[in-house]
C-alpha cells in the first residue's frame, strides 16, 4: 500500500518537475517571471489531442505539439516582453504583463474551446499496465518518469558543459554585456522561450494522457502547483525543480492518502511559505539577486 | 428629487456599493504599487475580511464597528506573515507568496466545515451600507492624499523609482514595504467586510486567482501617479460591464487586455497627472 | 585626537573568483579630501558599495567616527551621517528638482505618520523648513532656475549636481563622490570644482573617486590608489603622481587598450 503511495508519488512528483522545469529555465536565464507559461501546457494538450482525434498516432502527436507550443511561447515573448526588455522596465512590469495576457489568453481559449472536459481517443497509448512486486504503473506513467530524468540530465548537462550553456550564462549573469561577449542576445532569448515553451507543451501532453482529460484551464492549476514547485527548488534552479517537483508529490500524494485528498492541494502552498520563513533561497540555496 | 434618488438607489443599488468597494479595492493595490511591489493576494486579503466579518455577525451577533476592526487587523495578520520573510528579497517573491496565500485560503475556505465550505456564507444580514462605504473611501483617499504630500509620500516614490537610491538616502526599505502591504491588507479586508454586509452571501470562489487581477487592472487602468488615478480606474472598470452589456460576458479578457496594454502602451495609466510631493507650496520663501 | 571621520581596515570582497577589493584599509581624517584613484575595473565603485551597504565585505570592517558599520544596511549608515552620489546617475525622475533634494532629507525629517494625517502645526513647520533649506541647496549648486523642472528631464551636468544636492541635503559627516565630473564639459568641470572647493570650505569631510587626474591633484589633500582591488599607494597629490607604482599602473592599463584597439 505504501509502495503503490509512493510510486503515485513519483508519478506526480516528475509532473511537477518536468512542467517546472521550463518555468525555472525561463526565470533562469531571462529574468522574468513568465505567467502565461502555464498557457503553453494547455496548448500543448489541445494540440496532441486535435492531432490524435485526426488520426496521428501519439509519438508524431507528441513532438509537434511540443514544437508548435514552443513556437507560441516565441511569439507570446517577442510581443510582450520584448518590448519591456528594450525599454528596460522594472522587473515587476514583465510580471504585470504576462499576468495579464494569461488572463486574456485563458479567457479567449475558454470562449472558443468551452470547459468541457475532453479525453484522448481510445487505444491512443497503450493502457497496460506492468505490474511488479504487488505495484503498478502504467505505460504513460513510466514515460512522464522517465522524460522528467531525461529532460533534467539533458538541461543540466547543455548549461554546464556546452557552449550553448556557457552563452546562456552569461546571458543570465550579465544581458547588459552578454552581447559585447559574441552572444546573440536575441536569438538567445527565443531559443529559450522555444525550449520552455515545448517543455511546457510535452508535459502538456503527457499530463493530459495521464488523467485522459483535457480543458483549457489545466496549465492554470498547473501553474499554481509550479510557483511552489519553483520556490521550494530555487528560483532558476534547475536540479531544485527537479528534487522540489518529487517533494511535493510525494507528499501531496501521502496526504490524500493518509489525511483526505481535499487537503493536498495545500500541501505546496504550505511548503511555500515554509520555505520563503525558513530559506527563501530554496533547497539548494542560490537566491536570485539584483546587482548594485 | 428625494423620491428620484430612493427610485434610483432601488435600481442601481448593487452597482453604487461594488463602485465603493471596488474603489477601495483599488487604493488597496494602490498603495502597495507605489512602493514598487505588487501583490497578487488583495482578493484573498478581502475574502479574509469577509469572512471573518460574516462569521462574527451570523455566529457571535457582534457589533459591526468591532467586525470591522477584526476584518482589518486579520488580515494585516496575514500579511505579515506573507510578507515578513519575503519583502527583503526580490519583488518576484512577495508576487508568488500572495498568490500561494489565495491558494490555501481558497482550500481552507472550501474544505472547512464552519465557513460554509464551497457554498459559502449566506444570510449575513445587512449592515452599514452607502454610509459605511463612501465614508471609508473618503476617508482612506485624504489619508493618501495627505501621506503623499509628505516625507512619507517622497520617500515611497523614490523607492518605487530606484530602490538602492533610495535606501541610499535613508529610506527603511523593508519597513516601508512591509507597512504599505499591512495598510493595503486593511483596505482590502474592509472593503471585503463591507461587500459582505450588503450582499448578504459570499463564496471561496469569489475571492480568486481572477478577483486579484481585476483588482490590479483597477490601478494599472487608472494610473499611480496619485491615488485618484485607481479609483478612477475601479469607477470605469466596474461601469463599464453595465453601460455595454455585451462587453459583461468578456470582462477577464477586458480586465487582462487592460494590464497588457496599461503596461506596455500606457505606464502611466489614463489619470497620468502626478500629485505633489511637498507639504508647502513650492513658492520660494522671502 | 579624534576618530577619522571614516576608517577601512582590511577590507575585502570577493564576487566568485575575483577579488574586487583586495586587503585595502586607510583612513579619512575629519574635513580632509581624500582621492581614490586607479585605473577602469580597480574597485573604486565597489569600494563606495561596500562603504555605504549596498555590498557586503567578505571580511574586514568600516568605521564612520570611529564606529563599526559594516553590519548596518544602507538606510543605517546614511542615518549615522554618510551621503554619496552614483557613478551612472540615480535620479527619481518624476519629482521635481526641489522634490528631489527633499528626498534628500529624510533621514533628518522628523514627520509622524499622525502629525502628516492631520496637518499638525510640526508638520507643517518641518516641511516647510525642509523646503527653505531645499531652495538654500539648490541656490548653492547652482540650479535654482529649474526648482520646479522634472528631475528627469535636466540635462546630464545638471543632474549631477542636483545629485550632489540631493546628498548634501541630510547633511552627512561623510560625502562620497563617485566620478562627479564624469560627462562635464570643461566649464561644468571648472563650475563643479568650485562648488566642491565651496563644500570643503564649509568642512564637509570627502572621498572623491575621478578621471580627471588635473582635477583630483587640485582638490584633495591625500590620495589612495587602487589597482586590481590592491592599494597600490597613498600620499600627497606631488607624492602619489611621482609614485612609481602607480604610474606604471596606469601605463600598464594604458598600453593594454592601445593593444585591444586594433582588434
Ligand atoms: N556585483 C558584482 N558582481 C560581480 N562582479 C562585480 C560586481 N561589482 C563589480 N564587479 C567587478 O569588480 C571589479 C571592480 O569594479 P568597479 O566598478 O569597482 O571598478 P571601478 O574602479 O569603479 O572602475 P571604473 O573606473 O570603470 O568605474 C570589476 O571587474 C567589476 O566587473
Ligand atoms: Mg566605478
Excluded at chain 1, 16 to 32: E, P
Excluded at chain 3, 166 to 178: I, M, S
Aim: glycine letters at 10%; aromatic letters at 8%.
Amino acid at each position: 500500500m505504501l509502495a503503490q503511495q509512493l510510486v503515485n508519488g513519483l508519478v506526480v512528483g516528475s509532473t511537477y518537475a518536468l512542467f517546472a522545469l521550463g518555468f525555472t529555465l525561463m526565470f533562469g536565464v531571462l529574468g522574468v517571471v513568465n505567467l502565461t507559461y502555464g498557457f503553453y501546457f494547455s496548448v500543448g494538450a489541445f494540440l496532441a489531442l486535435f492531432a490524435t482525434q485526426h488520426g496521428a498516432s501519439i509519438w508524431i502527436a507528441l513532438p509537434l505539439a511540443a514544437l508548435l507550443s514552443g513556437c507560441v511561447a516565441v511569439v507570446i515573448d517577442a510581443a510582450l516582453l520584448t518590448p519591456l526588455r528594450r525599454a528596460k522596465a522594472p522587473e515587476l512590469a514583465s510580471l504585470m504583463v504576462t499576468l495579464g495576457a494569461t488572463m486574456l489568453l485563458y479567457s479567449l481559449a475558454n470562449a472558443a474551446l468551452s470547459t468541457d472536459i475532453r479525453r484522448f481517443p481510445p487505444g491512443v497509448i497503450d493502457a497496460t499496465a506492468i505490474e511488479v512486486a504487488g505495484i503498478r504503473i502504467s505505460m504513460t506513467q513510466g514515460l512522464i518518469i522517465a522524460a522528467a530524468g531525461v529532460m533534467v540530465s539533458a538541461l543540466l548537462w547543455v548549461m554546464n558543459a556546452t557552449r550553448l550553456g556557457l552563452g546562456l550564462r552569461a546571458l543570465a549573469e550579465r544581458p547588459d554585456v552578454a552581447g559585447l561577449m559574441g552572444v546573440n542576445a536575441g536569438a538567445l532569448v527565443r531559443l529559450v522561450s522555444l525550449l520552455s515553451g515545448a517543455l511546457a507543451g510535452a508535459s502538456g501532453v503527457l499530463i493530459g494522457l495521464n488523467y485522459n482529460a483535457i480543458q483549457p484551464y489545466m496549465g492554470e492549476v498547473m501553474m499554481l502547483k509550479g510557483f511552489a514547485v519553483i520556490i521550494l527548488g530555487g528560483l532558476g534552479d534547475i536540479r531544485g525543480a527537479l528534487v522540489a517537483g518529487l517533494v511535493v508529490g510525494m507528499l501531496e500524494t501521502l496526504t490524500a492518502g493518509y489525511v483526505a485528498s481535499s487537503w493536498k492541494d495545500a500541501v505546496g502552498f504550505v511548503l511555500l511559505v515554509l520555505t520563503l520563513w525558513i530559506r527563501p533561497s530554496g533547497l539548494f540555496g542560490r537566491l536570485a539577486v539584483k546587482r548594485a | 428629487m428625494a423620491e428620484f434618488l430612493d427610485d434610483f438607489l432601488f435600481t442601481y443599488q448593487n452597482l453604487v456599493y461594488s463602485l465603493g468597494v471596488n474603489g477601495l479595492l483599488a487604493l488597496s493595490i494602490y498603495v502597495v504599487l507605489a512602493v514598487g511591489q505588487l501583490s497578487i493576494g488583495q482578493a484573498a486579503f478581502m475574502g479574509l475580511g469577509a469572512y471573518v466579518s460574516a462569521l462574527l455577525t451570523v455566529k457571535l451577533g457582534v457589533a459591526f464597528p468591532l467586525v470591522l476592526l477584526a476584518a482589518m487587523i486579520t488580515p494585516a495578520l496575514a500579511a505579515l506573515v506573507v510578507g515578513a520573510p519575503t519583502l527583503r528579497l526580490s519583488g518576484v517573491y512577495l508576487a508568488l507568496a500572495t498568490i500561494g496565500l489565495g491558494e490555501v485560503q481558497r482550500i481552507v475556505f472550501i474544505n472547512a466545515e464552519f465557513t460554509g465550505g464551497a457554498l459559502g456564507l449566506s444570510g449575513i444580514p445587512t449592515r452599514g451600507g452607502l454610509i459605511s462605504i463612501y465614508g471609508s473611501l473618503a476617508l482612506a483617499l485624504v489619508a493618501f492624499v495627505c501621506v503623499a504630500r509628505s516625507k512619507i509620500g517622497r520617500a515611497m516614490e523614490a523607492m518605487r523609482e530606484d530602490e538602492l537610491a533610495a535606501g541610499a538616502l535613508g529610506v527603511d526599505l523593508p519597513a516601508y514595504k512591509l507597512g504599505a502591504l499591512v495598510v493595503s491588507a486593511m483596505l482590502a479586508g474592509l472593503a471585503g467586510a463591507l461587500n459582505a454586509h450588503v450582499s448578504s452571501f459570499i463564496s471561496p470562489n469569489d475571492y480568486g486567482f481572477d478577483a486579484a487581477v481585476t483588482i490590479l487592472s483597477f490601478a494599472l487602468l487608472g494610473g499611480i501617479g496619485s491615488p485618484f488615478g485607481p479609483v478612477l480606474g475601479a469607477f470605469i472598470l466596474t461601469l463599464l460591464p453595465e453601460v455595454l452589456r455585451p462587453l459583461a460576458d468578456y470582462k477577464t479578457v477586458v480586465n487582462g487586455a487592460i494590464i497588457v496594454v496599461a503596461v506596455i502602451f500606457m505606464p502611466r495609466g489614463l489619470l497620468a497627472w502626478r500629485m505633489g510631493r511637498a507639504g508647502a507650496a513650492f513658492r520660494r520663501p522671502k | 585626537m579624534s576618530a577619522p571621520s571614516l576608517e577601512i581596515a582590511q577590507l575585502t570582497v570577493r564576487f566568485g573568483g575575483l577579488a574586487a577589493v583586495d586587503d585595502v584599509s586607510f583612513a579619512v581624517a575629519p574635513g580632509r579630501v581624500h582621492g581614490l584613484i586607479g585605473p577602469n575595473g580597480a574597485g573604486k565603485t565597489t569600494l563606495f558599495n561596500l562603504v555605504c551597504g549596498l555590498v557586503a565585505p567578505t571580511s574586514g570592517a568600516i568605521r564612520l567616527d570611529g564606529q563599526r558599520i559594516d553590519a548596518l544596511p544602507s538606510w543605517g549608515r546614511s542615518k549615522l551621517g554618510l551621503a554619496r552620489t552614483f557613478q551612472n546617475i540615480r535620479m527619481f525622475n518624476d519629482m521635481s528638482v526641489l522634490e528631489t533634494v527633499m528626498t534628500g532629507m529624510h533621514a533628518g525629517l522628523a514627520e509622524s505618520l499622525p502629525a502628516v494625517l492631520l496637518r499638525l502645526p510640526s508638520f507643517r513647520r518641518a516641511e516647510r523648513a525642509a523646503l527653505e533649506k531645499a531652495w538654500e541647496l539648490i541656490d548653492f549648486v547652482g540650479l535654482a532656475d529649474a526648482a520646479q523642472r522634472r528631475s528627469g528631464d535636466l540635462p546630464y551636468g545638471d543632474q549631477r549636481r542636483l545629485e550632489i544636492a540631493r546628498a548634501l541635503a541630510c547633511e552627512p559627516r561623510l560625502l562620497l563622490l563617485d566620478e562627479p565630473a564624469a560627462g562635464m564639459n570643461p566649464s561644468e568641470t571648472h563650475a563643479l570644482e568650485e562648488l566642491l572647493e565651496r563644500l570643503k570650505g564649509r568642512g564637509v569631510t570627502m572621498l572623491l573617486v575621478e578621471h580627471d587626474m588635473h582635477f583630483v591633484m587640485r582638490l584633495c589633500d591625500e590620495i589612495t590608489v587602487l589597482n586590481f582591488g590592491r592599494k597600490i599607494a597613498q600620499g600627497a597629490p606631488v607624492d602619489v603622481r611621482a609614485d612609481p607604482a602607480v604610474v606604471e599602473a596606469y601605463l600598464g592599463a594604458k598600453v593594454a587598450r592601445s593593444l585591444e584597439a586594433p582588434r
